[in-house]
């Protein structure tokens, strides 16, 4: 493996001379670790080990190398062989407890790095366990005990990104960067905080620096494709990530766990339960994908389940908390989920990060629509609409807001324009859609949809509706043939009173010119679908007038 590394004196076949081999030389630990070729190093002190010439220094070079190839169980286990001995180095506690916080072992980690001499390795550990705990009055101890030195600005930097002052950590990026063009991979780091910014854009062009020098690494490869996934789709990203397994990279190993939870995303949740499950205590992003999987399925308590004992710190994980309680909210008719969402809708849509933000004035708007209060809805709606003309679910949320403040004709054009064929079969839609051709004077329109569906809970609520607002505006053909179903469904005296009232009105608008004539043929049937002693009498006036204005029966 190490003369793989080294280009070739001679064509094949050909055997190097005596002064070509005399010159060639195993490179020494210190040249791998300046190249930082950490599996190079790691190769040569296992043959060291294995040769009888084992020592602690020996096996803490192994467990160096070992944690900087993010293998941190393999270095944990080292170290935790080389604390058993006599005469080690006290520094050892803190490599060990670094293993055990790359693992997620935080108490275990806190443990031993106490152990350790005073440092500022020590310092910058304690800073991200202080952080990782809540523990902010910690947090801000050791944030004062940092020096003006990269490690310690780096850890900095490391806390205001996982606090998602994403900015500030750029700042710091940036001001080292000033000071040291050639490190390379803070431009990664940069990079990160302009995608988590929605600058999708700048984050190619800062990525692209690094990538020019390492095409291989996975980290990078990573990101670029997310990027792609927010500018263009889930197809362009995947294709980023496939040039990344076909490169075999060795940095693809250290990602895989990412990658597969990324193509996932990529693929519209394809795979959702054969990745993801396995991956929620791994990488964060894991269990809200799977909550983001459950809620398109339906399964809204499976991803109450997954996101009732999440406590939110960053936007979106509050926006997701918002959604899945008001899902099981309006599911199970709870007012305390519905308020729970509204107070997580009202807290990021209220805050100086987020109030100008589109994510921010959807999150008032849905905080607005909790409390019904729809004219607000649409101011924020209003100034976002641009971004979602082809957004079904946005369309939805805005024509519910418009036909209820009472504007349906737009509402209906908004209607109109939805094609999600999920959406189109949905009550609330159905309901709502019907409701705008009534009060268009589409009723006709509105009985076709009743017409479509199959006899259920739904489509004697949506008959309900109709009756009752071709009623209340004056459109009493259908209204009447509504209310003849109900009476034949449910006999209830109600129906009966809505039928005659409604028949009487189509005779009324005959008379005025604004019901076709012809219209009191069906009439005189439906009155003659009750059995009640008043058909009679209603009968016989409608046929008197009939008879006196020439009409045919």
């Not at 072992?105 to 390795?121: D, H, I, R």
């Not at 809200?288 to 399925?297: D, E, G, S």
């Not at 259920?456 to 489509?459: D, G, L, R």
């Given at each position: 493996m190490l003369l793989s590394r080294t280009k070739p004196a001679a064509g094949p076949g050909v055997a190097p001379s005596i002064e070509s081999r005399s010159k060639s030389k195993v490179p020494s630990l210190e040249d791998f670790l300046k190249n930082r070729d950490f599996t190079g190093a790691m190769t040569l002190l296992e043959f060291a080990k294995n040769s009888g010439k084992g020592s602690i220094e020996n096996d803490l070079w192994i467990s160096y190398c070992a944690f900087h190839l993010g293998e941190y169980r393999h270095a944990m286990e080292i170290y935790e062989k080389v604390l058993k001995k006599d005469n080690v180095p006290p520094i050892v506690n803190i490599y060990l407890a670094c293993c055990y916080f790359y693992l997620?072992?935080?108490?275990?980690?806190?443990?031993?790095?106490?152990?350790?001499?005073?440092?500022?390795?020590?310092?910058?550990l304690l800073f991200h366990l202080a952080h990782k705990f809540g523990e902010e009055k910690q947090l801000m101890t050791y944030h004062q005990q940092l020096q003006d030195i990269t490690e310690d600005q780096l850890s900095l930097a490391s806390i205001h990104y996982l606090r998602s002052h994403y900015q500030e950590a750029i700042d710091i990026y940036k001001h080292i960067l000033l000071d040291n063009r050639d490190y390379l991979a803070l431009n990664v780091y940069v990079a990160l905080?302009?995608?988590?910014?929605?600058?999708?854009?700048?984050?190619?062009?800062?990525l692209a620096v690094y990538l020019q020098n390492f095409p291989d690494s996975a980290t990078a490869i990573n990101l670029k494709a997310c990027n792609h996934f927010r500018l263009y789709n889930g197809k362009a990203a995947e294709t980023e990530l496939k040039s990344l397994q076909e490169m075999a990279?060795?940095?693809f190993n250290f990602a895989k766990d990412l990658i597969k939870h990324n193509l996932v995303v990529f693929r519209g949740g394809e795979g959702a339960l054969q990745v993801l499950p396995h991956l929620v205590d791994v990488i964060p992003e894991?269990?809200?994908?799977?909550?983001?999987?459950?809620?398109?399925?339906?399964?809204?308590h499976e991803a109450y389940n997954l996101i009732k004992d999440l406590e939110p710190a960053v936007p979106h994980e509050y926006i997701l908390k918002g959604?899945?309680?008001?899902?099981?909210?309006?599911?199970?008719?709870?007012?305390?989920?519905?308020?729970?969402?509204?107070?997580?809708?009202?807290?990021v849509g209220g805050s100086a990060s987020e109030c100008d933000t589109i994510?921010?004035?959807?999150?008032?708007?849905?905080?607005?629509?909790?409390?019904?209060?729809?004219?607000?809805?649409?101011?924020?709606?209003?100034?976002?609409?641009?971004?979602?003309?082809?957004?079904d679910t946005f369309n939805f949320n805005y024509a519910q807001a418009k036909a209820a403040t009472g504007n349906y004709k737009e509402a209906e054009e908004i209607f109109s324009l939805i094609q999600n064929e999920k959406i189109k079969n949905d009550y609330v839609y159905l309901s709502w859609l019907a409701r705008c051709y009534i009060m268009n004077k589409k009723s006709r329109l509105a009985w076709e949809l009743y017409l479509k569906m199959e006899t259920?809970?739904?489509?004697f609520s949506l008959l309900q509706l109709i009756a009752n607002d071709c009623y209340k505006v004056g459109q009493f053909f259908y209204a009447a043939k509504a209310f003849d179903i109900l009476e034949k469904m449910d006999p209830n005296p109600e129906y009966w009173e809505g039928k005659r009232g409604a028949c009487i009105g189509v005779l009324q608008m005959i008379i005025a010119g604004n019901e076709p004539k012809e219209s009191i043929h069906e009439v005189l049937q439906i009155l003659r679908n009750t059995s009640n002693p008043q058909v009679e009498n209603i009968v016989r006036a409608m046929k008197n007038w009939a008879k006196e204005n020439r009409v045919p029966l």
């Open positions: 997620g072992m935080y108490k275990e980690a806190e443990n031993f790095v106490k152990k350790g001499p005073s440092s500022q390795l020590q310092n910058r905080c302009y995608y988590k910014l929605d600058y999708y854009d700048v984050s190619q062009e800062v990279s060795p940095s894991a269990r809200l994908n799977l909550v983001i999987y459950y809620l398109r399925q339906d399964d809204v959604v899945v309680n008001a899902a099981i909210g309006q599911e199970q008719g709870s007012r305390e989920h519905l308020k729970v969402a509204q107070q997580f809708f009202q807290l994510p921010g004035r959807q999150c008032m708007a849905s905080c607005f629509f909790l409390l019904k209060q729809f004219d607000d809805v649409l101011l924020y709606l209003n100034s976002i609409k641009s971004y979602f003309y082809n957004d259920s809970a739904e489509s």
